[in-house]
C-alpha cells in the first residue's frame, strides 16, 4: 500500500483527520417514551381472557411493562387456542435442530425463554410514536410486508378482503385501538421459518439449478452458522451526554447472531438465458468467468487463475466464483438493503434524501474481496425499485451547478438485475422475500455476475460507505434500522437512544485499549448520513477494516464536523490490524477547531452569487469539502426542505468531508484505519470519535477535465 500526499491541493494540511463529533444534535427523539394513562396494549391484552397465553408469553420476558408504557406499538396477538396449537407443533417439530425446539414439556410453561421471546417479538412491531401503528387500512391491498421487533418480515395478503399473515393467521378482530398503539387479534401464531438458509433454499423448487450449484461447490456448507461462539460481556455500558455526565444504562448485547443473504435467479430466469440444468449453469460460468483475470486484479495479484474443469469447490472455479458473488455476508428483507426514501423512518423522506438524493449502498460478498451496489433509483424506473449494479454513465458526475447533471450526460448502460420484491408477486413471483433462520433468499429478474462492467464502470464513481453496511454485525443484529422504542424494549424499558456494544463484538474493528466505549447511535434526528452513527469515546485507540475495492488510486475522505467540546486524534493506515503496519496520517486532527476559523474556512454557500463555487475551491485548497446536499440539517432547524440550505451550510453547525489523500489501494490487500486520541485523559467522556460515512473517489473521476463530481 502506497500512500501519496497531493501537497498542492491541500495548502497547509496534507492530511488531517476523520470523524468529529456531531456533538451538538440533540438526543433521538424518544419524546413517545411516554408512560400511558389510559389503556395501553398491555391492559388490552391482560383483560381479554381468550388471549391470556400470550400474555404469559409476555410477562416471561418482561415485554408487558413495555407494552404498559412507551413508543407506539402494533400487535398481532394470537387466541389462546392458537398458542396451544403451535407450542405442540414446537414440541413435536420432527425437523427441529434441537430435540423439542429446547421445550421441556408440551406446555406454556415448557417453552424455553429464547423461544419465548422470540415469539413475543414476532408478533409486535415498535413504532417511535403511537400514532404510526398500522391499522387494517394500513395493511390493505394485495399484498406487502412488516418488519417486526424481531427485525424479522413478515408477508401479508389482503387480496381476499381480510389480512392474512404469512398465508396462515387471519386477523379477526382488527383495529382495537389503545393508547399507543393498535391490537389486532389473530386466530393462528404467524409461524417464524426454523431452517438455515442452506437447507430451504434446496426446499424450493424455483431454484433447482441455483441449488444444485450451491451444492456441487461446497458454498452450501459456508451457510451453517447462526451466532458467534462467544457469549459477550461489557463493564461499561452507561450513557454520557454533551458534557460527559453519565447518564442512563444502555442496551448491551451478550450474543452476536450470523446471518446471510443470497440472491438467486429462478429456473425461469435461467432458462431465458439458455440454461436449463446445472451442466448449462456451469458452462455459463465457464464463459463469464473463464477471462476473469483480464478485470478481477485479486486474481492476478495473489497469483490465482481460473479454473473451468470439474473441481468446483476450488474458490477460483468459474462455478464457485458464480455462485460467491450472490452471497452477502449479511441478512436484509427486501425493505432493508438500502436507507429506503419511505415514511417508514420517521422524517426520512425529508431528512436524508432532499433536492433528489437517492438510497443505495455497498455490501461484500463471498467472491473474495469484491462488493455489489444496490440501488433504489428515483424517479427514473419505480420508486421501490431495487437494482443490483445498475450502470449508468458518469455518475456522481454533473454538468450543471447544483443539480446532479443533465439528462443526456447520464446514459443508462445497463439497467441493472432487479430484486424481486412483494409488489412483484402480481407478476408470477412465488418466492421473493424468503425469510429463514439465518438469513433471507431473494429472486432475480436477470442474470447477476462480476464482469468487467463491473469494476470498469460500476464501480468506477465516487464510494460511499456507510458504516453500518460494512459491518455487518449492524445488519444481522436488527440495529442498523431500528428505532428508540425498539431498542428500549430491549433495554427492559430503558434509553432507546444507543447500543452499548462489548469491544470484541465486531469482527473488523479491534480495540488496543480497554478504555474503548463502543456505541452506536440508533436512527433520529442526527446530522448523520442515514441519520444513525457508529461512535464512541474514551481513551480511545481502535481500527476498523475498510471494505475491499477494485485495484486503483483514490482520493480518500471521511465525515467530520468541528465541535467546541470535541477531541484531537491521530490516524493511521494498515495493510492489517497489527499496530507494527500502521502508516501515521500527517498531524493530529482537532476537532475543537471552529468551522470559521481560517484553517477551515467554511463560508454560507447560499449567500454567494457563484453558489459556492469560488469557496468550495478554496475548501478543498485546505483539504475540506461541504457535507452532503442530499440530506437537510436537523428538522428541529427548519421545515425539512431544500431551502433550509441543508448540511452544505453553516447554518448551525457545518458538516465535512475531509480530504485525507490519495491512496494506492490493491484488491488484494487489507485496509486498516486506527483512529488514537491524543489528548491526556481528563475524564470528559463527551470527546468522542464518529464514524459515519466514508468515500473513495477514483483520480480520474476527481480530476475529470470535463465534469465536476456533484453535491450529493
Known amino acids: 500500500m502506497k500512500i501519496m500526499i497531493k501537497k498542492y491541493i491541500f495548502g497547509l494540511m496534507g492530511f488531517v483527520g476523520l470523524m468529529g463529533l456531531t456533538g451538538c444534535n440533540p438526543e433521538p427523539d424518544e419524546s413517545d417514551l411516554f408512560t400511558a394513562t389510559g389503556e395501553t396494549a398491555a391492559d388490552y391484552i391482560a383483560r381479554k381472557s381468550e388471549l391470556s397465553s400470550f400474555n404469559y408469553i409476555l410477562t416471561r420476558v418482561g415485554l408487558n411493562r413495555n407494552l404498559s408504557a412507551y413508543g407506539g406499538y402494533t400487535c398481532f396477538i394470537p387466541t389462546n387456542d392458537a398458542v396451544a396449537e403451535y407450542v405442540d407443533a414446537l414440541y413435536n417439530d420432527s425437523e427441529a435442530r434441537i430435540q423439542h425446539n429446547g421445550m421441556t414439556s408440551n406446555s406454556l410453561e415448557g417453552l424455553t425463554d429464547s423461544l419465548c421471546n422470540d415469539i413475543a417479538r414476532y ?12 391499522s387494517t387500512i394500513d395493511l390493505g391491498g394485495a399484498s406487502g410486508s412488516v418488519t417486526t421487533m424481531l427485525r424479522v418480515p413478515i408477508p401479508y395478503d389482503a387480496s381476499s378482503g381480510k389480512v392474512v399473515l404469512n398465508k396462515v393467521a387471519t386477523i379477526i378482530e382488527p383495529d382495537s385501538v389503545v393508547t399507543n398503539g393498535i391490537v389486532h387479534v389473530i386466530d393462528k401464531v404467524v409461524p417464524r421459518n426454523t431452517r438455515l438458509i442452506s437447507e430451504e433454499i434446496e426446499r424450493i423448487s424455483e431454484f433447482s439449478i441455483f441449488a444444485e450449484a450451491l451444492r456441487l461447490t461446497g458454498l452450501k456448507d459456508s451457510l451453517t452458522k447462526v451466532g458467534k461462539e462467544v457469549k459477550y460481556t461489557i463493564s461499561d455500558y452507561m450513557d ?42 456451469i458452462q455459463y460460468a465457464n464463459n463469464v468467468y473463464g477471462n476473469a483475470a483480464n478485470w478481477y486484479d485479486y486474481l492476478t495479484e495473489t497469483g490465482n487463475t481460473v479454473s473451468t474443469g470439474t473441481d ?52 461484500e460478498t463471498m467472491l473474495p474481496n469484491t462488493i455489489l451496489k444496490i440501488w433504489q433509483p428515483q424517479p427514473l424506473v419505480g420508486r421501490k425499485s431495487l437494482f443490483i449494479n ?143 452513527t457508529f461512535q464512541g469515546w474514551g481513551d480511545y485507540d481502535l481500527a476498523i477494516k475498510l471494505p475491499p475495492l477494485p485495484t486503483n488510486t483514490y482520493e480518500f475522505r471521511i465525515f467530520y464536523t468541528p465541535m467546541g467540546h470535541g477531541g484531537m486524534m491521530q490516524f493511521y493506515m494498515g495493510s492489517s490490524s497489527s499496530i507494527q503496519s500502521m502508516m501515521a496520517l500527517d498531524i493530529p486532527l482537532d476537532v475543537r477547531i471552529d468551522k470559521s476559523d481560517p484553517r477551515i474556512g467554511s463560508t454560507p454557500f447560499y449567500e454567494e452569487d457563484d453558489l459556492g463555487v469560488s469557496s468550495d475551491a478554496s475548501l478543498r485548497n485546505r483539504g475540506y469539502m461541504r457535507g452532503l446536499f442530499c440530506y437537510v440539517d436537523h428538522p428541529d432547524y427548519g421545515d425539512g426542505n ?36 491524543v489528548i491526556p485523559n481528563d475524564g470528559n467522556l ?25 453535491w450529493y
Open 642 to 677: 431544500a431551502t433550509d440550505h441543508n448540511m452544505r451550510s453553516d447554518a448551525r453547525n457545518a458538516s465535512f468531508r475531509k480530504i485525507m489523500g490519495r491512496i494506492q489501494m490493491k484488491q488484494s490487500e487489507e485496509h486498516w484505519f486506527r483512529i488514537k486520541n
Open 123 to 134: 408478533h409486535l412491531l415498535g413504532h417511535v410514536k403511537a400514532s404510526d401503528a398500522l
Open 390 to 532: 445498475r450502470y449508468i454513465t458518469f455518475n456522481t458526475l454533473t454538468d450543471e451547478l447544483g443539480t446532479m447533471g443533465s439528462a443526456g450526460m447520464h446514459q443508462e448502460v445497463f439497467k441493472g438485475v432487479k430484486i424481486n420484491r412483494t409488489s412483484d408477486k402480481a407478476n408470477g413471483v412465488q418466492n421473493w422475500n424468503v425469510q429463514t433462520f439465518n438469513g433471507y433468499i431473494h429472486s432475480l429478474q436477470g442474470m447477476l455476475v462480476y464482469d468487467a462492467q463491473v469494476p470498469k464502470g460500476v464501480l468506477h464513481e465516487r464510494l460511499r460507505f456507510d458504516s453500518t453496511t460494512f459491518l455487518p454485525e449492524f445488519i444481522n443484529n436488527g440495529y442498523r434500522m431500528s428505532n428508540s422504542t425498539e431498542i428500549s424494549a430491549l433495554n427492559s424499558g430503558g434509553s432507546g437512544a444507543r447500543v452499548a456494544f462489548p469491544l470484541n463484538f465486531f469482527d473488523n474493528v479491534v480495540s488496543y485499549t480497554p478504555d474503548n466505549r463502543f456505541r452506536y447511535n440508533i436512527k433520529g434526528q442526527y446530522n448523520a448520513y442515514q441519520s444513525d
Open 240 to 281: 454520557v451526554n454533551s458534557n460527559g455526565d453519565i447518564t442512563d444504562p444502555l442496551y448491551h448485547p451478550d450474543e452476536c447472531k450470523v446471518m446471510y443473504t443470497i440472491f438467486a435467479e429462478p429456473d425461469s430466469i435461467m432458462r431465458l438465458n439458455g440454461i436449463n440444468d446445472i451442466n448449462g449453469l
Open 312 to 363: 468446483y469447490e476450488n474458490r477460483f472455479n468459474a462455478l464457485n466464483m458464480f455462485v460467491a458473488y450472490h452471497i452477502l455476508y449479511a441478512g436484509m428483507p427486501e425493505d432493508e438493503m438500502v436507507y429506503e426514501n419511505s415514511t417508514k423512518w420517521q422524517k426520512a423522506k425529508t431528512w436524508n434524501y432532499v433536492n433528489g438524493g437517492q438510497p443505495y449502498d455497498y455490501y
Open 686 to 710: 463527551a470527546r468522542k470519535w464518529q464514524f459515519d460515512y466514508i468515500e473513495f473517489v477514483p483520480i480520474d473521476v476527481v480530476d475529470n477535465d470535463t465534469y465536476s463530481e456533484d
